[in-house]
Every structure is written in structure tokens, then in C-alpha cells.
């Protein structure tokens, strides 16, 4: 598997870089990828299916000029920014027996995830929900997948050094949450892992035997999707 450790300059195509690495490996170009991003700058995004008048406090993101996009993929509202560290897998759904569904694909990524945080951090780590990744019922890592006949794009992001405080004025209590949630707030719910980035990016490397460095990355085709699709209010607000 290829490693792509890149944040690029705007939002719109950190997000788009998910979805047209995907189309490659869709198409039989790419074998699999482990991307890695971290903004600089706060932004929403939205599960494919979220509305943003329910998930978003958008007069706070008014205010604070922080932009309300859509990814892809299903899952809740996050907001993204600095503290934040996002990862991408794109696989061929040929890769693994387990990729065949959508729960054996989750079970097949995070319980990868769980044995490696454990071992990074000498602690027990827990899978709740349908998605997440737990430390004594707080949640530090969130995740959600595209599927495409012959691939599939699972990502998701782990709380490092995130402002959890932001997060609780940016974001109400999601309208769908998992049962061990029990409507905590943000604050009282979300936990920082506190370590450095590059720790957890060479223990999910090692983990994923991501080795060689993804060259030649489609930029063009980034800048198309990202003006054509996630620069677009009809995307954005689309429900």
C-alpha cells in the first residue's frame, strides 16, 4: 500500500482529494492508498445525508467565517481544524474477504485501529457505536465510508489537540447519536489523545504496511472536482 502524508492549501481539496483517489482505485489505477491531512483552519463538513440547519450552528460559523461543506461519505457533522488529525484508506474492495459489506468493513478497519491504539498508548481502547473509537466511553475517533463497486474510501479523524470547547460552539448534540452518548455534550463527550501527530501516523503506517510514497498525485483533477463540486452551494446545502 501507498502512503500520501499531504495537506493541501483549501477545504474544498483536502476534501476532494479523498474522492478522486477513490476514482482511481475505482478504476483500477490505484492498488490502495493511506492518506494523512491535518487543516490549519476551521471548517464544517457534513455526512453526506446531514442537513446543515440541524447539525451546524451557522450563525456561529457565520461569525467566525468558518466555512460548511459535504463530503462523500455518510456519518455526523465534524469540524475540522488544527489539533485534528484525518486519515483516508482507499482500498480495492477485492483487497480483503471482509470488505464485502459495510459492517464487516467497519469491524475490519477499526479493529486494525483499536489493536494499534492500544499498543500506542498503553490503554484499553474501546469500539462503540457503529464507528467510533473509545477511551472510558469518550470518544477520540470518528469514522465513515464511500463504497463504489470495486473500492471503497473509509476515513475518519482522531482528537489530538483539538479545542473541544470550539467544537461544543460550532456543533449542537448531532441528531442522531450512539446509544453510549446518552446527549453528554460535546465537551463532556469528546476526548485529545494528546500525542504527537507523527507518532499515530507511523503506527497506522506500519499498521496498514503503507511503505511507498504515493507519487504523482492528480492535481488537476483535484482542482476540477474541488471548484466544480465542493466550492458549490448546491453541493454544500444540497438537503
Given at each position: 500500500m501507498k502512503c500520501c502524508d499531504l495537506t493541501l492549501a483549501t477545504?474544498?481539496?483536502?476534501?476532494?482529494?479523498?474522492?478522486?483517489?477513490?476514482?482511481?482505485c475505482e478504476g483500477g489505477t490505484l492498488?490502495?492508498?493511506?492518506?494523512?491531512?491535518?487543516?490549519?483552519?476551521?471548517?464544517?463538513?457534513?455526512?453526506?445525508?446531514?442537513?446543515?440547519?440541524?447539525?451546524?450552528?451557522?450563525?456561529?460559523?457565520?461569525?467566525h467565517d468558518i466555512p460548511i461543506l459535504r463530503r462523500c461519505s455518510g456519518g455526523g457533522a465534524v469540524l475540522q481544524g488544527p489539533g485534528c488529525l484525518n486519515y483516508s484508506l482507499i482500498l480495492p474492495i477485492a483487497h480483503?474477504?471482509?470488505?464485502?459489506?459495510?459492517?464487516?468493513?467497519?469491524?475490519?478497519?477499526?479493529?486494525?485501529?483499536?489493536?494499534t491504539l492500544q499498543q500506542l498508548l498503553h490503554a484499553p481502547v474501546e469500539k462503540q457505536g457503529h464507528t467510533d473509537l473509545a477511551i472510558g466511553g469518550l470518544k477520540f475517533s470518528g469514522n465513515a465510508q464511500r463504497r463504489r463497486k470495486d473500492a471503497l474510501l473509509f476515513h475518519g479523524s482522531f482528537l489530538l489537540h483539538a479545542d473541544i470547547g470550539f467544537i461544543e460552539k460550532a456543533l449542537p448534540l448531532p441528531s442522531h447519536q450512539p446509544d453510549y452518548r446518552v446527549s453528554r455534550s460535546h465537551i463532556d463527550f469528546l476526548l485529545n489523545l494528546k500525542i504527537a501527530a507523527h507518532l499515530?501516523?507511523?503506527?497506522?503506517?506500519?499498521?496498514?504496511?503503507?511503505?511507498?510514497?504515493?507519487?504523482?498525485?492528480?492535481?488537476?483533477?483535484?482542482?476540477?472536482?474541488?471548484?466544480?463540486?465542493?466550492?458549490?452551494?448546491?453541493?454544500?446545502?444540497?438537503?
Open positions: 477545504p474544498e481539496e483536502n476534501l476532494a482529494c479523498d474522492e478522486v483517489l477513490l476514482d482511481l492498488e490502495g492508498v493511506l492518506r494523512f491531512w491535518e487543516a490549519s483552519r476551521y471548517f464544517v463538513v457534513l455526512g453526506y445525508a446531514n442537513r446543515a440547519a440541524f447539525e451546524v450552528n451557522q450563525e456561529f460559523c457565520r461569525r480483503s474477504p471482509a470488505l464485502a459489506g459495510i459492517a464487516e468493513t467497519n469491524d475490519y478497519v477499526l479493529d486494525r485501529h483499536q489493536n499515530l501516523k507511523a503506527a497506522l503506517a506500519k499498521t496498514w504496511e503503507a511503505t511507498e510514497a504515493l507519487h504523482d498525485l492528480p492535481l488537476d483533477e483535484i482542482t476540477h472536482l474541488s471548484r466544480d463540486r465542493y466550492r458549490q452551494d448546491s453541493w454544500n446545502y444540497k438537503f
